[in-house]
């Protein structure tokens, strides 16, 4: 599978969800989240199995989820290490931090 052809899906729940990623050998990369009291996505978890690092896919998952709050009007609280720090690398996205 190329760089190219990852494509991220949104599955949500009544209170939780997640972003993945389908990959080769029935591997996924995901982004957990819940919604939290404010109403806002409250990312927990970002996970990409090691064999698929280094080639931007969290990243993807992180836009998507970016995507999502503009285009749906709601913010991000990141709990997620990696998510905080894509959070500070786009200062760009203040306005949808929780």
């Not at 409250?42 to 896919?57: A, S």
């Not at 285009?71 to 894509?86: D, H, R």
């Amino acid at each position: 599978m190329s760089d190219t052809q990852y494509t991220v899906e949104r599955e949500d729940g009544p209170k939780s969800g997640r972003y993945l990623v389908r990959l080769d050998g029935g591997a996924e990369a995901e982004m957990t989240y819940r919604t939290g009291p404010d109403g806002s996505m409250v990312i927990d978890h970002t996970g990409v199995p090691p064999q698929f690092e280094g080639r931007g896919i969290a990243a993807r998952l992180v836009n998507a989820a970016i995507s999502d709050a503009r285009a749906e009007g709601f913010k991000i609280t990141p709990l997620c290490s990696y998510v905080v720090a894509q959070f500070r690398r786009h200062p760009e996205w203040a306005d949808l931090r929780a």
